[in-house]
């Protein structure tokens, strides 16, 4: 008779963690979050990836809107974000949440001062002093050359005659 309670208590212990183990395998949130690039510049795009997202979830910061996770064949999910353009540089946190799970896994990333388009002035300012004197002694020296070779034409071809 005490082996058989001993067995009852024994297989129910047993049929307690064999059916926990996969639910808390199915709920363990997400893990090895990574991000790259960790250094990214306001206005581009950073990826998310997150292991333990089977069903997708969300990535949310303060420096992109709330993107989805998508799973890939690997079991991987994945994320594109792309910063706002106007973030502030320093560092920020994203947290991942799966679908299936309430846990929460942050990591950090840092947004970079922008590095605007060098367009130039585009004629908006006028040229400088310097600029006009050596502008206007090329257009002197090539009315100058000119005038030259003309004169010098026409003596060459007046001689002939």
Excluded: W
Excluded at 45 to 58: E, L, R, S
Excluded at 102 to 126: C, D, E, I, M, N
């Amino acid at each position: 008779m005490r082996a058989a309670r001993t067995l009852a208590v024994t297989a129910t212990a047993f049929a307690a963690v064999g059916l926990a183990a996969p639910l808390a395998a199915a709920t363990n949130g997400p893990s090895n979050v990574q991000v790259n690039p960790f250094d990214v510049h306001a206005g581009s795009t950073i990826t998310i990836t997150a292991k333990g997202c089977g069903h997708g979830g969300t990535v949310t910061s303060n420096a992109f809107p709330e993107t989805n996770l998508s799973v890939n064949s690997n079991g991987l999910s994945s994320a594109i974000a792309r910063v706002y353009n106007n973030a502030t540089p320093g560092n920020y946190n994203l947290a991942v949440k799966c679908s299936d799970n309430s846990k929460v896994v942050t990591h950090p990333f840092r947004v970079l001062a922008g590095r605007g388009a060098q367009g130039g002035l585009g004629g908006s300012l006028a040229p400088s002093s310097t600029e006009m004197a050596v502008g206007g002694s090329l257009v002197a020296a090539a009315a100058l050359g000119g005038g030259v070779f003309v004169l010098r034409r026409r003596r060459m071809t007046g001689a002939g005659v």
